[in-house]
């Protein structure tokens, strides 16, 4: 009887038969082959690193980014602030300009700039060393005459102007009011010079005026009375003007300049004359001021002296018991002679725990012949510590020693004896 084999096991062994196994046939086939449990290849470990390190590359490069983001740009930026700012601090500094302030550096650029533009070498006026404000305040508080010649040298009518500062005319202004007219120029560039032309409302350029002081007489129920002087444009020449030759030159400064000049010049004198009286009346009334103050500290100081040799007196007074026996010796004391400033000489004996300044005490009241005249003091012990606390002893000599080094011993008098070399336990001293 034969066997029967199921259908499906018959179908699964005849597929497994008809899949056999290639075999290995050679070294290329080895390698193109991942057998289970085998090593990895060469390549294969070649390619992961590639891969680990195109990964860290890539991290190095976002971690550089951000690095170079947050931190060394705004340190750049930062650097580049603080060294302009340095920079700024430094040129203003040690490289000012000192023209930008300074009145008189103005004043030459000005002229320099003027003697460029001239065609020819000629005499310039002499023009003010200083800002208009102070040109202005010599008019005003000295009354002076005052030419502002304010310049544009883009402008074409410059050399008409030019030619009528350097003329002969204009020049001998200066020669015949030498004490009584000053001249003040200055070009658009300068600010000073842009304000005045401003507050004068002058409208074209170059521009020549005269100021000086001026006031009117106003009919008042007491008479006539004289305003306060004011400082008034009494003539000027501005913009375009018709100055060919000298002749017509001389003719604009004797219309627009000499002929105000002879106007006011008197009314000028008399203001000038009560500006004088003005000024010297300030002076008296200043020195008298300043008299009076010196005269008070006087009193004052002198008053202070009498009131601290009052109680210096009653200090000395006061302490008479307590040094009178410093001319007698006793134990751990200091024998010091003293010779005086009439070449007598004294010993005394000061306990080694004073001070210093004791010496110079006792000496006082020897001096003052204390010690003779029985003086007595009042005082109690706690009024006497009260009275005397802010007393500061001062003394009109000074104790030497004449052994090198000569040392002052008003400089140690806060020194206790048995601390001082010189005198202790026993030394000599000279009264200066």
């Given at each position: 009887?034969?066997?029967?084999?199921?259908?499906?096991?018959?179908?699964?062994?005849?597929?497994?038969?008809?899949?056999?196994?290639?075999?290995i046939?050679?070294?290329?086939?080895?390698?193109?082959?991942n057998?289970?449990?085998s090593?990895?290849?060469?390549?294969?470990?070649q390619q992961l690193?590639?891969?680990?390190?195109?990964?860290?590359?890539n991290?190095?490069?976002?971690?550089?980014?951000?690095?170079?983001?947050?931190?060394?740009?705004?340190?750049?930026?930062?650097?580049?602030?603080?060294?302009?700012?340095?920079?700024?601090?430094?040129?203003?500094?040690?490289?000012?300009?000192?023209?930008?302030?300074?009145?008189?550096?103005?004043v030459?650029?000005?002229?320099?700039?003027?003697?460029?533009?001239?065609?020819?070498?000629?005499?310039?006026?002499?023009?003010?060393?200083?800002?208009?404000?102070?040109?202005?305040?010599?008019?005003?508080?000295?009354?002076?005459?005052?030419?502002?010649?304010?310049n544009?040298?883009?402008?074409e009518?410059?050399?008409?102007y030019?030619?009528?500062?350097?003329?002969?005319?204009?020049?001998?202004?200066?020669?015949?009011?030498?004490?009584?007219?000053?001249?003040?120029?200055?070009?658009?560039?300068?600010?000073?010079?842009?304000?005045?032309?401003?507050?004068?409302?002058?409208?074209?350029?170059?521009f020549?005026g005269?100021?000086?002081?001026?006031?009117?007489?106003?009919?008042?129920?007491?008479?006539?009375?004289?305003?306060?002087s004011k400082?008034?444009?009494?003539?000027?020449?501005?913009?375009?003007?018709?100055?060919?030759?000298?002749?017509?030159?001389?003719?604009?400064?004797?219309?627009?300049?000499?002929?105000?000049?002879?106007?006011y010049?008197?009314?000028l004198?008399?203001?000038?004359?009560?500006?004088?009286n003005k000024?010297?009346?300030?002076?008296?009334?200043?020195?008298?001021?300043?008299?009076?103050?010196?005269?008070?500290?006087k009193?004052?100081?002198k008053?202070?002296?009498?009131?601290?040799?009052?109680?210096?007196?009653?200090y000395?007074?006061?302490?008479?018991?307590?040094?009178?026996?410093?001319?007698?010796?006793?134990?751990d004391?200091?024998?010091?002679?003293?010779?005086?400033?009439?070449?007598?000489?004294?010993?005394?004996?000061?306990?080694?725990?004073?001070?210093?300044?004791?010496?110079?005490i006792?000496?006082?009241?020897l001096?003052k012949?204390?010690?003779?005249?029985?003086?007595?003091?009042?005082?109690?012990?706690?009024?006497a510590?009260?009275?005397?606390?802010?007393?500061?002893?001062?003394?009109?000599?000074?104790?030497?020693?004449?052994l090198?080094?000569?040392?002052?011993l008003?400089?140690?008098?806060?020194?206790?004896?048995?601390?001082?070399?010189?005198i202790?336990?026993?030394?000599?001293?000279?009264?200066?």
């Open positions: 009887m034969a066997i029967t084999l199921p259908n499906w096991l018959t179908s699964y062994f005849q597929r497994s038969t008809t899949n056999t196994y290639q075999p046939n050679n070294q290329q086939d080895i390698e193109n082959n057998l289970p449990g090593y990895p290849s060469e390549t294969d470990n690193q590639h891969e680990n390190f195109q990964k860290l590359h991290i190095l490069s976002k971690l550089t980014h951000y690095f170079n983001y947050i931190v060394i740009q705004p340190i750049i930026i930062l650097l580049i602030i603080i060294f302009r700012l340095f920079s700024k601090l430094f040129n203003v500094l040690y490289f000012k300009d000192s023209t930008s302030d300074d009145p008189i550096s103005k030459n650029k000005f002229i320099l700039n003027l003697e460029d533009n001239l065609t020819t070498k000629v005499e310039l006026p002499p023009f003010y060393q200083g800002s208009y404000t102070q040109a202005l305040y010599m008019a005003t508080q000295r009354g002076k005459f005052l030419f502002v010649f304010l544009n040298y883009q402008n009518n410059s050399t008409n030019h030619s009528i500062i350097t003329n002969k005319t204009f020049l001998d202004l200066f020669k015949e009011y030498s004490s009584d007219i000053l001249i003040w120029g200055g070009d658009l560039t300068n600010p000073e010079s842009y304000q005045l032309a401003n507050s004068l409302n002058v409208s074209k350029f170059p020549l005269l100021l000086c002081l001026t006031r009117q007489t106003q009919m008042t129920p007491e008479g006539p009375k004289k305003t306060p400082i008034s444009l009494i003539g000027k020449i501005q913009g375009s003007i018709k100055a060919n030759n000298d002749e017509e030159i001389r003719s604009i400064i004797e219309n627009k300049f000499i002929k105000k000049i002879n106007k010049s008197e009314e004198k008399l203001i000038k004359f009560e500006l004088q000024y010297m009346s300030k002076i008296i009334q200043k020195q008298q001021e300043i008299n009076y103050e010196n005269s008070l500290m009193d004052k100081i008053k202070q002296k009498q009131e601290y040799e009052k109680l210096y007196k009653e000395l007074i006061y302490n008479i018991p307590k040094y009178e026996k410093y001319n007698q010796q006793s134990d004391c200091a024998k010091i002679a003293i010779k005086l400033k009439n070449g007598n000489r004294i010993t005394c004996y000061i306990p080694s725990n004073m001070k210093i300044i004791d010496i110079f006792y000496l006082d009241l001096n012949g204390y010690f003779n005249n029985k003086l007595t003091s009042n005082l109690t012990q706690r009024e510590n009260e009275k005397f606390k802010d007393l500061d002893l001062r003394f009109d000599f000074n104790l030497i020693s004449p090198p080094p000569k040392i002052s008003i400089e140690i008098k806060d020194t206790l004896i048995k601390d001082c070399n010189l202790y336990p026993n030394g000599l001293l000279i009264v200066e």
